[in-house]
């Protein structure tokens, strides 16, 4: 016959108090692995510092311009000795230096007479000029298949221009957008003209608008709070980070191609969790030393690295003692005996600021609809919410606010954000971002605590 | 054994990192809570892993335990939870070994006495179930979760659940069957 469910689940709810003896090696792996996790402890942001430097300083490398300039001076036929040697090698036919010069081409037999005169004055011209040649604008030439033949200026107006201002209008090359890898060598044959080589560059992906643009946006992320203590600040306080939200509004106006300004408004929390030291006292009536007519008083310290927790009303008057209520008109004495408590209590300190941030915001590069930008910035603090939370017994309540918080601080911030672009200039950002408080926030506070905080602002943005 | 004021004096000190106080808890709930490890592993040298990894996971958190309820109590949730995550990480694989042993065969442990089994061989029994069942059967019978809960901390649908209990459920019974007939016949 087939026992039972019940019966079943009821011999097997014996495992319950099973107790099995490990062997010794697992505590020695435990040991070890304890001893790891304490030596190489680094603090998140740390973590989220050194990344930032880490894509700061590739950011700052791709945008070191010295590469840009040699290989602008080979195009535009502005030649030297050095620079001839370093080109020549990647040429097929080094042996007519004209030839080498002239890699600028056009696509139309009329517009290669005109070349080849600007070619001819080139030379010297540049040399004999301040003008630096646009190198940015023949790049680009070169690494997308321009159509500017089309846009030529009549005849009249192209001779008066200098030879300069020609090379920069009417120097487009038409490549084959698929045949062309960046960094290949271009041999670019016409039946019309001599063979032509050109250095093909990898695509610049600038945004569309170079300045004038404006950009609004919304964010939101959950946030992990905790603060830096430095000085006398109170020690021996178990005290822990706090999981809250921000989020704001921005406009950003862009300034150039790569650059843009950020400001806004937006809201912080920040604050900490407490675990005090609680202390009970176990308090008899004068008339009645029973175990039932006493009662037990806790004492919770509200002071920690963060300032006193102000409270509006005594504990004592607002208590439900009965001693205490009865107090105004009978004699109340109590015996007591200082004792610890079990029972633990939690202090949740909340501080709320409204942030004007002043960000710049640096783009570092974009590959199709995904932009990669850097921001960093300072802000400045309103306070606008001050509470602190008692959570004892199950019970939550508000036991007050932290004395002597700044009504007014200042912080710093930097993250790093992915964009998307997905319809029009409607788009997703997402930002990781790392905010810390450069002025001490508590003025009563005997230490200095400034708060820092975490968060993945996440939301969306509108380009004009 | 420790009363509740030494427990949570332990406890107080692990929250600070002292490795004594870490070294004293492990002393004090370690067999308690590989006794818990075993029944969620097919060997001991699993379940052992189990034990290892869930104390890191309890000294990671030890600060977040606020003294309300039993610390046992909080510190198996931690464990369980852990083994949980560690099942979900392997159970692409696991669904496609979950073949239940022959029913025939002997039950594992010391020998049956009489008629109760003893806690060795349920043990045996137990792990001897495809991870999955096991992972329901535990949940469901030994920490009392409801197969909502179960349902979502593995993955699967609550119909799954039910049906795996279901079968991990018959299978101990047959196999506990079994057991008595062979004893029987030994008398």
Redesign the interface.
């Known amino acids: 016959m ?2 039972s ?1 019940e019966h ?2 009821k ?13 010794d ?3 020695a ?3 070890a ?2 001893s790891q ?2 030596k190489r402890v680094v603090p998140l942001f740390w973590r989220w510092g050194m990344a930032a430097s880490v894509l700061l300083l590739v950011g700052l490398f791709l945008m070191m311009p010295g590469e840009e300039v040699r290989e602008t001076a080979h195009l535009t036929g502005k030649s030297n000795a050095s620079e001839n040697k370093e080109l020549q090698p990647l040429m097929e036919k080094p042996e007519d230096p004209e030839s080498a010069e002239e890699v600028v081409v056009a696509s139309s037999g009329s517009e290669r007479h005109e070349l080849q005169e600007v070619s001819g004055e080139t030379e010297a011209k540049i040399e004999d000029s301040d003008e630096t040649v646009d190198a940015p604008h023949l790049m680009a030439s070169l690494s997308e298949p321009v159509m500017a033949a089309e846009d030529l200026s009549s005849v009249d107006e192209d001779q008066q221009r200098s030879p300069l201002q020609k090379i920069r209008s009417n120097t487009h090359v038409r490549l084959s957008e698929s045949s062309v890898a960046p960094g290949e060598l271009v041999k670019l044959s016409d039946s019309n003209v001599p063979e032509y080589f050109g250095l093909s560059l990898p695509p610049r992906d600038l945004p569309e608008k170079s300045s004038g643009g404006v950009v609004l946006s919304g964010e939101y992320s959950p946030t992990y709070v905790y603060r830096d203590v430095s000085g006398s600040a109170v020690s021996g306080m ?1 005290e ?1 980070g706090l999981m809250t939200s921000g989020g704001g509004f921005n406009v950003a106006v862009k300034m150039n191609a790569r650059w843009q300004i950020e400001t806004g408004v937006k809201y912080a929390m920040l604050g900490q969790e407490v ?1 005090p030291q609680t202390e009970g006292r176990t308090m008899y009536g004068m008339a009645d030393f029973s175990a039932e007519n006493s009662v037990t008083l806790q004492e919770v310290k509200l002071n920690n690295s963060l300032g006193v927790i102000e409270r509006d009303v005594s504990p004592a008057m607002n208590s439900d003692v009965r001693e205490f209520q009865n107090a105004s008109n009978a004699i109340v004495e109590m015996k007591s005996e200082l004792s610890y408590t ?3 209590s ?1 202090l949740e300190q909340n501080i709320s600021y409204l942030q004007v941030p002043f960000t710049l915001r640096y783009q570092l590069l974009q590959q199709g609809p995904v932009l990669l930008s850097l921001a960093g910035g300072v802000g400045a603090n309103w306070l606008v919410d001050n509470a602190a939370y008692l959570e004892m017994g ?1 019970q939550r309540q508000n036991v007050g606010q932290t004395g002597g918080v700044a009504d007014l601080s200042f912080s710093t911030h930097a993250g790093v954000a992915v964009s998307v672009l997905l319809y029009r200039g409607l788009g997703v950002r997402m930002e990781p971002r790392f905010n810390y408080f450069l002025s001490d926030i508590s003025e009563d506070s005997p230490g200095k605590f400034r708060p820092y905080s975490f968060g993945v602002f996440t939301g969306l943005f509108y380009e004009w | 054994m420790s009363g509740a004021n030494d427990i949570y004096e332990i406890v107080v000190a692990c929250q600070k990192g002292e490795r004594s106080a870490q070294k004293a808890l492990y002393e004090l709930f370690a067999p308690k809570m590989l006794g818990v490890c075993m029944r969620y592993a097919s060997n001991r040298e699993t379940a052992e892993d189990f034990l290892q990894d869930g104390f890191i996971r309890v000294f990671d958190n030890i600060e977040k335990f606020r003294f309300k309820g039993s610390f046992e109590g909080w510190m198996r949730r931690v464990i369980v939870n852990m083994i949980i995550e560690s099942f979900r990480k392997r159970k692409i694989e696991t669904e496609l070994t979950d073949n239940f042993p022959d029913g025939d065969g002997e039950v594992p442990g010391e020998g049956i006495e009489d008629q109760v089994p003893s806690l060795g061989e349920l043990l045996g029994l137990i792990q001897q179930l495809p991870e999955r069942y096991r992972m329901v059967f535990n949940l469901y019978v030994l920490e009392e979760r409801t197969h909502e809960q179960i349902a979502e901390e593995l993955g699967i649908s609550v119909g799954t659940s039910k049906s795996n209990l279901s079968r991990a459920r018959k299978w101990l019974q047959e196999r506990l069957r079994n057991a008595k007939k062979m004893e029987a016949a030994k008398i």
């Not at chain 1, 011999?11 to 062997?23: A, D, G, I, M």
């Open positions: 087939m026992m469910e079943t689940d011999l097997f709810k014996e495992l319950n108090r099973l107790e099995v003896q490990p062997s090696q697992v505590w792996n435990i040991d692995r304890l996790k304490k178990n822990s675990t079990n029972e633990s939690v199950g």
